[in-house]
């Protein structure tokens, strides 16, 4: 991709709703078959609250099938660790260690909370190295909360993203689409889907269109421990930061009250 450089900023109407970073490995078999005690206590004081649960491994259509004829589905293990007012999620499973947060505020505050997880659970566990390295950001536009109901989305969304919005024949009918883009990166690949989706105001009790962005990047390769992880997460951030601004007007940027850092 050759995205332009856009200027860092954080926006004050921030449309994260979702932020995930995850880092797979080998299978280490001590994980799930002894209780994580050792790094549940090095993390519990950020992460009180523990759960373990069991998460099938595949497609739901092959496990509803597989459930007809047999009650002993295979399913994987999976420990949980979250913050006492749940936006903060820990999981460590036996070939990945990920975190999930619904609060987030900026890039070093993050990545800082991931690399603390990352030391102990090397410290404890000693994975030989690491086989694919992800960052994930879902950003949902939802008018309402940005004061523009009064905008069309061909305001907001460029062409070169969404010709559909262009399209005077069938602008007025979209209801909803979801597109996917498979990109190739300098340091791996993303996959970014985004398109008109229906949300619900709970509290109003009614149905709003919103356009979602999500952009999954992703380094599948034998990745040594150390320095070099952090590298392509930093790589992987400043490039979700020009998609991102690529992928929406200066009206919309202006919406959301960009402030420099």
Known sequence: MKLPDYERVIYEYNPLIEVIAQIRFPT???????????????????????????NLQIPVELSNLLTQFS????????????S?????????????????TNKYEKYEIFIERFKSAIE??????NPSFYSRIGL????LIIRSKLNITNRTWVELIPRHIA???????????????????QLRTE????NFNHGLVQVRDIEKNIDETAYLLD???FTEEKIEKGESVWKIFEKSNRTARNLFRWSITEELHSAMRPKNI
Not at 32 to 46: A, G, H, I, K
Not at 84 to 92: F, Y
Not at 120 to 125: A, D, G, H, N, R
Not at 136 to 139: C, F, G, L, T, V
């Open 120 to 125: 102990i659970f090397e410290k404890i566990y």
């Open 187 to 190: 340091f791996g690949q993303v």
């Open 71 to 82: 009650s002993n589905v295979p399913s994987e293990l999976t420990y949980q660790f979250k």
């Open 136 to 139: 994930r950001y879902r950003d």
């Open 28 to 54: 280490i078999l001590k994980i799930t078959s002894q209780e994580p005690v050792d790094f549940q206590d090095s993390v519990r004081f950020e992460y009180p609250i523990f759960e373990a649960s069991r």
């Open 163 to 181: 010709s559909e919005l262009y399209t005077p024949e069938i602008e007025e009918s979209i209801i909803n689409f979801i597109k996917n883009f």
């Open 215 to 217: 952009a999954d990047f």
């Open 84 to 100: 006492e007012d749940l936006s903060w999620q820990l999981s460590v499973d036996k070939s990945s260690i990920t975190l999930v």
